[in-house]
């Protein structure tokens, strides 16, 4: 049986959620996945941090409503984070870091992506900023010290994108993508349908949950550009920065706009997209469309994502889902994990052969 020892950089949301299920689900992936995982230290800014050869009990991290600093009172615990420790020196095979995003120069994600794969671990994570501003140095990283760099949850959370475009579509030949990649902003128009003035459906948004107390990042398109990015570099070969996608959000949408775009049988959408050009470049954009509402983008409702591959093989595939959620997102790490585990498998079959 294998067990991946792994060590989580930040312990809100998502990483909590990935305990959960660790304390929940353990012995059904030891029989469904040929894995289990096994938490041997993590750091956050609130809580400290704690590291455990042996393994923490993910039901005890879970439940015990640690006060600030309150890893300290672990047995090799400290009530302050030690990433850079941490991440070079716990005995993990695996980094799970998920921290907040900062979409300017990605710090400390980026230096906490680093230090773990320039240390052989493997790097699995939620966090955009990383990806969006130093993926290809991390994935060249990670290529030279023999790991994975790997950042399902990036884009659309547990929802399959990346890997479903890059494996699934492998040979469809694809030539670009549009996506509704950001809920708050597609429920706030949704309410705006309904007759919510564009500040009004924000505070709905915040109220519900799904914005944040500044929404600046998902109503600008910000959110959004990111994901272009992220999606532009994998897929489309593209070297994107988030500064070469121009980039318009919906919040000088009126609501004359809305019932005009009504009136036309479409509606407005926040679209991320980008296509190869014939030269061969890649251009990226975040901007509000009005779309038709035949379109195959235009009834995704509500917080949900999707995501139109177009193809030259296939036309245009969607892919619909969830876009945010703790579990949804954790779920997005072990899809990480599998993916690594499965490459591990295939590593040791060819040695084998
Ligand atoms: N939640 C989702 O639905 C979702 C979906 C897709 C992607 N993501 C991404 O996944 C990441 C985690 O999301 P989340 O919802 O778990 O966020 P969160 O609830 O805000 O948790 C982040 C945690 O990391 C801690 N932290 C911040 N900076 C740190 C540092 N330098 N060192 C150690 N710990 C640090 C925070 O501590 P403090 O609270 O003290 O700052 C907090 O406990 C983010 O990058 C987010 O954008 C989230």
């Known amino acids: ?151 399902e949850g990036s884009v659309m959370s547990g929802t399959p994108v990346i890997r479903m475009a890059e494996k699934t579509l492998a040979g469809a030949e694809l030539e670009g993508f549009e996506g509704i990649l950001n809920g708050t902003s597609n429920f706030v128009l949704g309410r705006m349908e309904d007759g919510l003035d564009f500040n009004s459906a924000v505070r709905q948004a915040q109220e519900l949950g799904y914005a944040e107390a500044d929404p600046t990042a998902d109503v600008e398109g910000f959110d959004v550009r990111l994901k272009v990015v992220i999606l532009a570099n994998e897929l489309l070969g593209a070297k994107l920065k988030p500064e070469d996608v121009s980039c318009q959000g919906i919040s000088n949408l009126s609501a004359t706009d809305i019932e005009n775009a009504a009136k036309a049988n479409s509606r407005w959408k926040l679209i991320g997209s980008a296509v190869r050009n014939a030269d061969g470049s890649v251009t990226g954009t975040v901007s509000p469309q009005q779309l038709p509402l035949e379109h195959s983008l235009a009834a995704v409702s509500g917080a949900t994502n999707a995501i139109s591959f177009n193809t030259g093989l296939l036309g245009s595939v969607t892919v619909t889902g969830p876009g945010a959620g703790r579990i949804e997102t954790a779920y997005a790490l072990l899809s990480d994990i599998v993916a690594i585990h499965t490459a591990q498998n295939a590593a040791a079959t060819k040695e084998a052969a």
């Open 1 to 151: 049986m294998t067990v991946y020892n792994i060590a989580l950089i930040g312990f809100g949301g998502v990483n909590r959620a990935l305990a959960e299920l660790i304390a929940a689900k353990n012995q059904l992936w030891e029989r469904d996945l040929g894995f289990r995982l096994n938490i041997v230290a993590v750091s956050d800014l609130y809580l400290g941090s704690v590291i455990s050869p042996n393994g923490l009990d993910a039901r005890t991290l879970v439940e015990a409503n640690f006060a600030k600093g309150g890893f300290g009172q672990l047995s090799g615990g400290s009530a302050e984070a030690n990433n850079e420790t941490i991440i070079k020196t716990a005995p993990a095979d695996i980094i799970v870091e998920a921290t907040f995003t900062n979409p300017k120069d990605g710090e400390p994600a980026v230096s906490h992506c680093r230090w773990a794969l320039s240390s052989g671990k493997h790097v699995v994570t939620t966090n955009k900023g990383p990806v969006a501003i130093a993926g290809q140095e991390l994935k060249a990283l990670a290529q030279a010290n023999g790991v994975r760099f790997e950042y």
